[in-house]
């Protein structure tokens, strides 16, 4: 069991009163996690995708909307920031098939610049096309281990899974991806280098 930290036990406070319909202390929660929420969304969507502002305002009614489940086992921001990828995940799926059934040859991505910020950006995109058809938990710790950076340990409190339990739903997805892009050398190729051996 962590110390407690004062910012925390203000945060978790805040997370009481907000639930039990604070409108002050509402706007004070979502002024504290909103950042991490934000670059999380960014992360697991591209920050160039057209809908990521939807994904972001998705994730902070899902996160109010959540409140009352919140048992106090994290930071209230790592609890946002795993709603945040799970908003991401689904606008991104949405995004996808409504592209596939309008035109099929469309491509969204229209990111410019240097050929390595365009390889970096298409090993991304790929990245994420596969998270979409994991399951979520697996989806989700990959996103937030590979595409946000966090730490086995922040898995590991902000979902409240034992350290082995995250450990083993990424190395179940990485397993997966595997397996996935095995028929696939132009994909293998392109994910390469996106550090999914750690």
């Known amino acids: 069991m962590s110390i407690p930290r004062p910012d925390l036990e203000e945060a978790i406070r805040l997370v009481r009163q907000a639930a039990s319909g604070d409108t ?3 706007r ?4 504290r996690v909103a950042p991490r929420v934000v670059r999380t969304a960014r992360a697991a969507m591209g920050a160039h ?24 086992e994290c930071d209230p921001s790592l609890f946002a920031a795993r ?9 991104r799926r ?5 592209r596939k059934r309008l035109d099929p040859s469309v491509e969204v991505d229209t990111l410019e610049g240097k050929p390595a910020e365009m390889a970096a950006s298409r090993r991304r995109a790929a990245f994420r096309a596969l998270l979409d058809d994991l399951p ?9 281990r590979f595409m946000v950076g966090w730490s086995l340990a922040e898995l590991a409190e902000a979902t409240g899974a034992p350290l082995n339990t995250v450990r083993s739903r990424l190395r179940l997805g990485k397993e ?14 392109e994910l390469e280098t996106m550090g999914l051996d750690s």
């Open 24 to 26: 002050l202390a509402t």
């Open 28 to 31: 004070k929660l979502l002024e």
């Open 49 to 72: 995708h057209p809908e990521v502002e939807d994904a972001i305002q998705l994730a902070l009614i899902g996160f109010i909307q959540a409140l009352p489940s919140f048992r106090g």
């Open 83 to 91: 709603i945040a990828v799970r908003s991401a995940g689904a606008v």
């Open 94 to 98: 949405r995004s996808r098939a409504r």
């Open 136 to 144: 979520e938990e697996q989806s989700e710790a990959l996103a937030l």
């Open 176 to 189: 997966a991806l595997r397996r996935r892009i095995q028929g696939d050398p132009a994909l293998a190729e």
